[in-house]
T-cell receptor
Framework: SQQGEEDPQALSIQEGENATMNCSYK?????LQWYRQNSGRGLVHLIL?????REKHSGRLRVTLDTSKKSSSLLITASRAADTASYFC?????????????FGEGTQLTVNP | ETGVTQTPRHLVMGMTNKKSLKCEQH?????MYWYKQSAKKPLELMFV???????ENNSVPSRFSPECPNSSHLFLHLHTLQPEDSALYLC?????????????FGAGTRLSVL
């Protein structure tokens, strides 16, 4: 199956609620990234967490990484309608992956006003 | 504005046509990528170029032909495509160093093959 699998596939919440998305991967990594994609547009990098980090914050985003479980989570706090998008995790940066990133299938987040 | 520009944004072509997608990056990056994104499928890496040299061809059919004349420009030449090739084609660039590979994406070309 895919390196970088997100769950849930789709998430619908109300404005002001928190949204949590999870990502699992299979091989060793140097870092893990999260990207956002608005409908029909390109992906935008949100945050990178290194394999020796457990948690990282950026504004309303909080990312955790558990290398023993090969999993990561992205938490968006106090969500807004403008956060509606697809969110992808991406792994790479290892000696074997070179410049390749492998993206998961994504979580479609809908924030209802 | 990500610094990566793709043209055209939309393209409709017949199966016998020849067309090209263009990507330009203004970020001084050393690597460029073509991805294919189909509905309900993960992003598929097609080609990777490092310093203008192709370093990866992910088993892409020969009807897709990439060209990288310099480190700022990347083309994808299309010919005799099939309807299943209809998808969003994304270009990205990055400065690969120290294991970090943050990619910057263009807005994509929405391709429809009739």
């Amino acid at each position: 199956s895919q390196q970088g699998e997100e769950d849930p596939q789709a998430l619908s919440i109300q404005e002001g609620e928190n949204a949590t998305m999870n990502c699992s991967y299979k091989t060793s990594i140097n870092n893990l990234q999260w990207y956002r994609q608005n409908s029909g547009r390109g992906l935008v990098h949100l945050i990178l967490i290194r394999s020796n980090e457990r948690e990282k914050h950026s504004g309303r985003l909080r990312v955790t990484l558990d290398t023993s479980k090969k999993s990561s989570s992205l938490l968006i706090t106090a969500s807004r309608a403008a956060d509606t998008a697809s969110y992808f995790c991406a792994t790479g940066g290892s000696e074997t992956s070179g410049s390749r990133l492998t993206f998961g299938e994504g979580t479609q987040l809908t924030v209802n006003p | 504005e990500t610094g990566v520009t793709q043209t055209p944004r939309h393209l409709v072509m017949g199966m016998t046509n020849k067309k090209s997608l263009k990507c330009e990056q203004h970020l001084g990056h050393n690597a460029m990528y073509w991805y294919k994104q189909s509905a309900k499928k993960p992003l598929e890496l097609m080609f990777v170029y490092n310093f203008k040299e192709q370093t990866e061809n992910n088993s892409v059919p020969s009807r897709f032909s990439p060209e990288c004349p310099n480190s700022s420009h990347l083309f994808l030449h299309l010919h005799t495509l099939q309807p299943e090739d209809s998808a969003l084609y994304l270009c990205a660039s990055s400065q690969v160093m120290g294991g970090k590979n943050i990619q910057y994406f263009g807005a994509g070309t929405r391709l429809s093959v009739l």
